[in-house]
C-alpha cells in the first residue's frame, strides 16, 4: 500500500518556476515507478512525466525541456520541477505510483488528491 500526498501548487505568472513534491509512504516507495499527471477543466487527466526506480524518465513532448521530474528515495519523494510555465500548464496535478511505468494511467495504482498550478498570462 503506497499512500501519496502532494504539495507546492499555487498561482504563478508565465514564465515562473514551481516545485511540486509527492510525499509517499510504504517501505516499497523504491520500487516503485512514479509518475505526475494534469487534469485541466473539461479534459481528460493527462500524463506528464515518469521516473523508473533507476532514474530513468519519460516525458510529454508539451513540457520537455521546461519539466524535470526526480525522487529522492531516502525521502520517499518524488518532484516535478516546473520552469517556463505556461497558461496552458493550469490544471490539477497528481502523483501517481506504480506497479508499471509508463503514460497510460491504469499502469499506476496510487494516486494523491492532487495539487492546483494555475499560471497566469
Known amino acids: 500500500q503506497v499512500h501519496l500526498v502532494e504539495s507546492g501548487g499555487g498561482l504563478v505568472q508565465a514564465g515562473d518556476s514551481l516545485r511540486l513534491s509527492c510525499a509517499a509512504s510504504?517501505?516499497?516507495?523504491?520500487?516503485?515507478?512514479m509518475a505526475w499527471f494534469r487534469q485541466a477543466p473539461g479534459k481528460e487527466r493527462e500524463f506528464v512525466a515518469s521516473i523508473t526506480w533507476s532514474h530513468s524518465t519519460n516525458y510529454v513532448d508539451s513540457v520537455k525541456g521546461r519539466f524535470t521530474i526526480s525522487r529522492d528515495n531516502a525521502k520517499n519523494t518524488v518532484y516535478l520541477q516546473m520552469n517556463s510555465l505556461k497558461p496552458e500548464d493550469t490544471a490539477v496535478y497528481y502523483c501517481?505510483?506504480?506497479?508499471?511505468?509508463?503514460?497510460?494511467?491504469?499502469?499506476?495504482?496510487?494516486w494523491g488528491q492532487g495539487t492546483q498550478v494555475t499560471v497566469s498570462s
Open positions: 510504504g517501505r516499497t516507495f523504491s520500487t516503485y515507478p
Open positions: 501517481a505510483a506504480g506497479p508499471y511505468s509508463g503514460s497510460y494511467r491504469a499502469l499506476y495504482d496510487y
